[in-house]
């Protein structure tokens, strides 16, 4: 799967490691929800952290469509909200 990271390019990735990236994804939903904006910040950089660790980068000169596409570490709440769909960021 390609990861787009906005603002940073993409991450080849394998579907094996969306169980984990989903426990991300579920405590920032939940903080999304709280309104828990520290720990929004928190997690939404662990998130990106752990996608670009288990990641491969895609080279720049390569046009790949992505897969999905998560937003830059300095998104704000309001923005990840408008990307989410009823799974969240990442789907599972």
Excluded: Y
């Amino acid at each position: 799967m390609i990861v787009r990271i906005m603002g940073e390019g993409q991450v080849r990735l394998a579907d094996g490691h969306l169980a984990d990236l989903n426990e991300l994804d579920d405590e920032l939903l939940a903080e999304m929800d709280k309104g828990d904006g520290p720990g929004f910040r928190r997690t939404l950089a662990a998130l990106l952290t752990r996608v670009r660790e288990l990641g491969e980068p895609v080279p720049d000169d390569s046009l790949e469509p992505s897969d999905l596409i998560l937003p830059s570490a300095d998104a704000t709440l309001e923005e990840v909200r408008d990307l989410l769909s009823d799974d969240g960021l990442i789907p599972g």
